[in-house]
């Protein structure tokens, strides 16, 4: 007799054999698809893996390799002993000091009592030993002036009738002053309505309603509508432009603030989309001859003849390749813009032939790099956009009025950035469009080197010149 083994198989009837290989063939088709569907889920693991690791091995974005604000960043630690410099001035550095008048009033300190015997000095002979000039501000408080107007008859028949000084509404409670200051502390300096109430009561003893400040900045909006559009005229017939863009809340959905600039203009604009049209609607017929902007799609179709971008975008996106492990394209990219924009600095010195073959020698070695061979993704995908946007790129070194960068435009959104951090938003689309106006007009007296609020009596009227 045999001894049972692998191969030894029980007595059954020929049917229950077939019933037990059916089962066990449904038994592997079973174990197959557990199979499949765990080789699967490792592929997807494996996948998910393989995307940690690049994300992990992908360098932090930073000011410094993108455009992302120095805010975002741990400010680092400015003790000499951590960074080796000493603070303050530099060396050599000749020193400032405010220069004091002829003093506007003379104060004579009180006499005291003696000290020692406590007797009365007032009529007792002195003589100066010391004195000192300190600037000091008055205590300001808001002043009620009637204006009357009158009617004269002339010798000729004529009923001459007075007018109001302009800028003075009888159907307003507040004059020019009041009316610029309101707008200057909520627009230049972030002041909120009901912060700028307090202030308006505390420091200049006026008190105002909700539903006044509101009426104060519209009215001032108002005003400032037509200079507002004889600065964006200004910018359409000017040679270079440079434009941007940043997000706003306003009537409680997203909006964006434009700005179109040139280095004597500004021109804001509070709209609720970032589409190409907001452009379109701007400069209408209007071709500028170079535009000046980042790569946004948008920016790229503005009437004009020809681009300039900004390279300050282009020097970081180079930096964050350097730091993800190119060690052939970016780095000698970026060294050959900065060259670029040191060459420029001293355009004004060279020789116009020697100029102009540095210039050539930059653009060549340019176009070498762009072709040359990387396996890096982020040195190919700058690559490519070098190549396309060639001419875009190296614009400044054929011209001394377009610049390295578009900085300019970022520095007159920057307040606008600060004002929606501050201030949160605007409740109504007017408000945005009274805030973008202001900005139009305070930007733009920057720029030409005027006082803000003389630029504002401009349009809202002198404030009458009282006596003391």
Request: proline share 5%.
């Amino acid at each position: 007799m045999r001894r049972p083994g692998l191969h030894s198989l029980p007595d059954l009837p020929k049917l229950e054999y077939w019933d037990l290989i059916y089962d066990l063939g449904l038994g592997l088709e079973e174990c197959s698809q557990q199979l499949k569907s765990s080789q699967e889920q490792l592929e997807v693991a494996f996948a998910e893996i393989a995307t940690l690791k690049e994300k992990l091995d992908k360098p932090k974005k930073t000011s410094e390799n993108a455009s992302l604000p120095p805010s975002t960043q741990i400010k680092p630690k400015h003790d000499e002993y951590v960074s080796g410099k000493k603070r303050g001035a530099k060396l050599g550095h000749i020193g400032k000091s405010r220069i004091l008048r002829q003093a506007d009033v003379v104060v004579e300190c009180d006499p005291e009592a003696c000290s020692c015997c406590g007797a009365d000095l007032e009529d007792v002979l002195r003589h100066r030993v010391g004195c000192t000039r300190i600037w000091e501000i008055q205590p300001s408080q808001p002043i009620l002036i009637e204006l009357q107007r009158f009617e004269r008859r002339c010798d000729c028949g004529n009923v001459q009738v007075d007018q109001y000084p302009e800028g003075y509404d009888p159907h307003q409670d507040f004059g020019p002053g009041i009316h610029a200051l309101l707008s200057y502390f909520n627009g230049t300096h972030h002041v909120a309505h009901d912060r700028l109430r307090q202030m308006m009561q505390d420091i200049f003893g006026l008190k105002i309603s909700a539903g006044a400040l509101v009426n104060s900045l519209q009215r001032t909006s108002g005003r400032l509508e037509n200079p507002v559009q004889a600065i964006l005229e200004q910018i359409k017939s000017s040679e270079v432009v440079g434009s941007d863009e940043t997000g706003l809340r306003m009537n409680g959905k997203n909006g964006w603030m434009w700005v179109v600039q040139t280095p004597d203009y500004s021109y804001f604009t509070a709209v609720d989309t970032r589409a190409a049209r907001v452009l379109e609607q701007l400069l209408g017929e209007a071709v500028i001859p170079i535009w000046c902007s980042d790569l946004y799609a948008a920016q790229l179709k503005a009437n004009a003849l020809r681009f300039a971008i900004c390279n300050a975008h282009q020097l970081r996106n180079l930096q964050y390749a350097i730091d993800a492990g190119d060690r052939c394209f970016s780095p000698m990219m970026q060294s050959l813009l900065r060259q670029g924009l040191h060459l420029t600095r001293r355009r004004d010195d060279m020789d116009t032939q020697l100029y102009q073959a540095a210039v050539d020698e930059i653009k060549t070695l340019a176009r070498l790099l762009i072709d040359i061979p990387t396996e890096h993704k982020d040195a190919k995908r700058l690559q490519k956009r070098f190549r396309k946007h060639f001419d875009k790129v190296w614009l400044f070194l054929d011209r001394d009025d377009v610049p390295f960068d578009n900085n300019a435009s970022e520095r007159a959104l920057r307040p606008a950035v600060i004002h929606r951090k501050v201030i949160g938003g605007f409740r109504t689309t007017q408000g945005a469009e009274a805030y973008s106006r202001y900005r139009t007009i305070e930007d733009t007296a920057r720029k030409q080197k005027q006082p803000i609020l003389d630029a504002l009596y401009q349009s809202l009227g002198q404030p009458l010149q009282l006596p003391a």
